[in-house]
Structure formats: C-alpha cells, structure tokens
C-alpha cells in the first residue's frame, strides 16, 4: 500500500544537478542549491526525478540513529572540500531530508527508539530538520507514512504518544470479510506461474486454501491477538502448487493438478503462521491444522454440494472398504480406486465439482473433496498415510477410572 502511494505524485519533477535534497530549481533549500542558482542563473543544470525515486523507506530498528534519520556533520566532506566543519557545506544529509518533495515511509515504527520518534516531532509539526551544531532549518515538502502492527511481536517499544497525535490520519487495515475476496488476493500473490509442467488449479482447491485461514481465525485454540496473516493462504497455496509439480514430475505428466490432499503437504506452511493458546499448545499445532483442512472441505463440500446423497458412499466403507490414495499417486491410479466407490464419481458429476469432460486430476481431486469432508463430519476415517476406511468406533462403557489405593 505504502509504495503505491507513489502513482498520487507527478510522474517526474526537475532537481537541481547534483542536489542531494531534491532541490527546487525556484525555491531551493539547501546551501549547494542556493549558491549553484546564483553562480549560473539561468544556465542552472536540471535533471528530472521520477515519482519511483521519490520514495524513501527505512525499517525502524532499535540501533537507528539520528544521523540515519535527519543528517550529521561529515568530516571527511569538509577535508576534501576544504571548507570549516560550520559550513553547511559539510552537512551529510539523512534520508529524511534526502526525500524532500517525495514520500518517507518507516516501517514497524513502534521499534524505533523513543528519542528517535522525538525527533520527529518538529518534521510532523512545522515541516522543517535541524541538524546538530548548524544553526540552520531545511524546510522539507515530504509526505510521511508509519506502519505498525497492532500486536506488539517484539515488546521493544510503541508509539510515542505525542507523536502518535501529530499524525494526521490512521488507517486500520484488516483480513478479508469475504471468502472471494481472500481467494483473489490469494492467487493475486501467491508464485503459481511458473516454468515446466502446465498447471490446472481447481477452483475448489484455492476455496479449500482460502477457507482454512478462515477457520483459523476463528479458532479459539489460536491466538487471534496474534491473528492468522493472509500470508498463511498464500504460502499455502504455494506448497500445495508445489507439491503437485513434484508429483507431476515424478510421474512424468504433463499437467500438475493440485489435489485436496496435498496440502496436508502443505502442512508446515500452515504451522509456522499460528500461535496457539493454552489449549492449542495441548492438542499441538499439526493437529490443529490436520483438523482445519478437513473442516475447510466441509465447508466447501456443504456450499457446493449440500445436500447431496453420500449414504451408499458411507456405506461402502462401513461394511469393512478401504481406499488408500496417496499424494505420490497419479490422477488415473486414483480415479481407479474412485471408480470402485458406489455413487462417488456420479455426486461430483452431479453436483458440478467436475463435470465428466474434465481430466482425471480435476475429477480426483473432487472425489478427495467429497471423502476429507466425509472424515470431517465423522462418517467415514482416514489414516495419517492416506487410507479411508470405516468410522472410528468411539470406546463404549463407563471411563477408566484408575487404581485407588485407599480403596483398592
């Protein structure tokens, strides 16, 4: 967002030659601009600055200095030039006053040290820098924008608050309302284009990616202090892209079709953007996760698929069936062993997760979107290696109560 804020400014300005302020050529503010201006008037070199260069950012870290920011004296400046160290001459501009008529952006601002952000008190308020031991005043023309994050990861600081009121407007930025509107930014972002096999992403698939995050930030077992980024979709996506391509070119495919079942590939992906609460840090993250996949088909499996007669698919595992599909395995092996699941190719016919003209990647991974929302609402089971097989029978009887010794 910050460096789009560059399309609002001109798409180039003249600088005066050599000015390392951006000088104006009508009104400069630096002591080089002004005396370049009265020795050559007219004759004055201007060279033309894009908007792109008008846009300085710096992270905000605990060991920023003021010189960093705003500028100090330059000793080996005034030996070469043979000026006095008073001369304004001998001043080594900081980025700050290096993005005159431009945009300033610090990112992660509550990092930056207390007295740093007093400095920039003056910047805010009266739009000018006072460098140390020069009695003078560069009033700058910079636009500047702050990021931060509502959680404080680091706990090394926060904003000030007599700069947080100099700041003219906060804007709040948050996750995707809306399943679509994750999905686009998903896919808008996400490295999916790349060389070698052809890829084919089901749109259901990317639904499934989009719909975990969902899920998890509303999970009470994840801390939503911390949230769930949409980074999480995103790299995600990513693995399960990956994965597919792995596979097609184990096997020799020509077109990678990623499958529901590969992002339990995807899992560290997943793992790594959570922070668990007491109770998640109990159950452990991979479960967590396993769990959310198969909650994210459901969803997508009862949106688009609702309804939808599943009995003799059920019934098939419990009179004692079992199917074991895994992610190495290719479209025509699964489609095989799908074939011989009464009524579960003619459902994802049916309903229109693939329709019958599309290839046997597509229909593959419509049948695992059936069968993970299936394990999700506990009609069916699935091993950690990938086999479905009957329901797990829940233990009958009273719970164990243990061994007492007072009572024997």
Known sequence: ILRQLTSLLDPAIPVLEGSEVNDDPFHPISKYGRLLVAE??????????????????????????????IGDLDPIKAARGGHL??????????????????????????????KIQVGLFNVLQEGDVQIKGYPIRLMLDVLMVFTANPEDYTARGKIITPLKDRIGVEIRTHYPEDVQTGVDITL????????????????????????????????????????VSQRMPITALESVVSNAERRALRLSEDVAVPRVTDLYAALPAITGKMELEYEGEMQGAMKISQELIRAAADEVFRERAGGSDVDGIVEHFETGSALQISDDASADACMKGFQGVPGLLDLVHTVGLAPRSASSGVQAAACELVLEALVHQRRISRTETGMYRKPLQERQGPPFKGFDPMTG
């Open 40 to 69: 050559q008037g007219d004759d004055t070199p201007v060279v033309w600055v894009d908007r792109d260069a008008r846009y300085v950012e710096k992270l905000a870290t605990p060991d920023v200095t003021i010189a960093d920011m």
């Open 85 to 114: 160290l008073g001369d304004e001459l001998t001043i080594h501009y900081g980025l700050l006053p290096r993005a005159n008529r431009g945009i300033f952006a610090i990112n992660e601002l509550p990092d930056l040290s207390g």
């Open 188 to 227: 808008q972002e996400a490295w999916t284009q790349r060389d070698g096999a052809t890829l084919e992403i089901p749109e259901f698939v990317t639904e499934v990616v989009e719909r975990v995050a969902f899920r998890a930030r509303r999970d009470k077992r994840i801390d939503q202090r911390s949230g």
